[in-house]
Structures are given as structure tokens and as C-alpha cells.
């Protein structure tokens, strides 16, 4: 069974994956694989900056990511060339992935990206808009504003929820949200028998 775990900026998708793979699930993350592919000496390196130009590297010689966050988020052209750069690589990564055990690919912008179609079951892990905003502003920094053009630049979570097969609300502690994971993984468990 291929499973897609996804949800909106600031849910608390990183959490929750922390909670299931201490529930012993396997997790491949596509931030992980962007990160990789961004990295110094990374396959997607060269592209993007032939792309944004030399102002995204970092004095590492990776991608300077605040600095090609800046220049994606408030142009949707430019978001559209990065994703064509990423994306496919990303998305050949994850299909190659097949291991054995229960395993929970950790995907941010699924419907975004249109890679539904790739799973069987889809989870989505949502909090209340309100509560994104407040999160971003209080843990990340942002302002009101680019904690909304953030959000702008996504599927809002009320859709998300509806293309799920599974929704996880997370709007109260990280116990609740450990419990659920547990629940999570007993369903999760139940259909992978039937």
C-alpha cells in the first residue's frame, strides 16, 4: 500500500512524522530529496542557478534557500520554473522507493504537485487557518504577511482535507497529536490486512 502523508504549511506535518516513526514507520520525506538535490555539490544546484542567477548560492555553494524562497513566493513564474527543476526528480525518487515495511512518503504539496493519482491511501494532517499564521509568526519568524503569501501559495487545507482518505486536526497539544498518530498507524494497519 503507498501512503502519502500531507497537510498544510505550519500543521504540524514534521511533528507528527516524528511521532510515527518512533511508532516504528518507515518515512521518506520529498523535503528531504529537495534538500539533498539543493545541497552543495547537488544535482538541482547548477539548474537553479542558471535559472535565478548566482544570488541564490550560498558562500557554500549550495542554494541560499531564504534567498530562492524570496524570489519564488511573490512570483508564481518563477515558483512554476523551480518546480520543473525539482519536481520530477522528487517525484522519481519517491516511485523508486519500495520498501517492505509500512512506509509513509512525506509529501507537503501533493495535490499541488497533481501526485495523488501515485497513492492509495492519503493522510492529511490540518489545523485551523488561524492557527498556521500564528504558528508561522511565532516559530518561523514571518511576518503576518508572508506567513499569508506562504499559505496563498498552497491548496488551502479545507481542500486538502476533502482529496484525503484520512484527516488528522491539529489544534491542541503534542499529546493529542501523538495519540492520533497512534491511531493513525492502527488504521493504517487494518487496511493494509484487508
Known sequence: MKIALT??????????AKFLKELGIRLVDADDIVHELEAPGGNAVRPIAARFGDGVLAPDGGIDRGALAALVFSDPVARADLEAILLPVVRARLSADSGNAL???????????????????????????????????????????HAEARLAAQLPVAEKIARSDYTVMN??????????????????KGRDRT
Open 7 to 16: 497537510g498544510g504549511i505550519a500543521c504540524g506535518k514534521s511533528l507528527f
Open 103 to 145: 512506509t509513509i512518503h512525506v509529501i507537503p504539496l501533493l495535490f499541488e504537485s497533481h501526485w495523488e493519482s501515485d497513492y492509495d491511501t492519503i493522510v492529511c494532517i490540518a489545523s485551523p487557518v488561524g492557527l498556521q499564521i500564528d504558528r508561522m509568526v511565532r516559530t518561523r519568524g514571518y511576518t503576518r504577511r
Open 171 to 188: 489544534d491542541s497539544t503534542p499529546e493529542h497529536l501523538k495519540d492520533e498518530a497512534r491511531k493513525l498507524v492502527a488504521w493504517l
